[in-house]
């Protein structure tokens, strides 16, 4: 018996960003925040690599045993996956002994929008 589960997908348009366009507006406070906890969490290499290895792993998520080759310690490499759940762009789920971590739904298309030039998109 398979312990996969299956999530719902997300209707297009339902991505609730961080944050407007950097080149629609000033941000409010608000979003200067939420924004940049989501950079400082990514401003560590080791922990863009995770991010990036669970991001562009097959089947959309990856079990902490297939992407703890990233040059520190286990104990570190839990310690920035919790960074990367804490700052909203990762989820996680137990299953056994293992942890297996997903990329947030809504976080790569929030971060292309925040990144993306308003203009170019109209």
Request: proline share 7%; charged share 25%.
């Amino acid at each position: 018996m398979s312990n996969a589960k299956v999530l719902p997908l997300l209707e297009a348009g339902s991505v609730e960003p961080c944050c407007p366009p950097l080149t629609e507006r000033p941000f409010t406070a608000e979003e200067a925040e939420r924004a940049a906890r989501m950079f400082k969490a990514l401003g560590d290499p080791v922990r863009l690599r995770l991010f990036s290895a669970v991001a562009s792993h097959p089947g959309e998520e990856a079990c902490v045993c297939d992407i703890s080759d990233v040059g520190v310690s286990q104990p570190t490499v839990s310690h920035h996956l919790k960074k990367l759940r804490e700052a909203g762009l990762l989820t996680s789920e137990r299953r056994g002994t293992w942890v297996y971590y997903r990329v947030e739904p809504s976080v790569l298309a929030a971060m292309t929008r925040l990144l993306t030039n308003a203009s170019a998109v109209a």
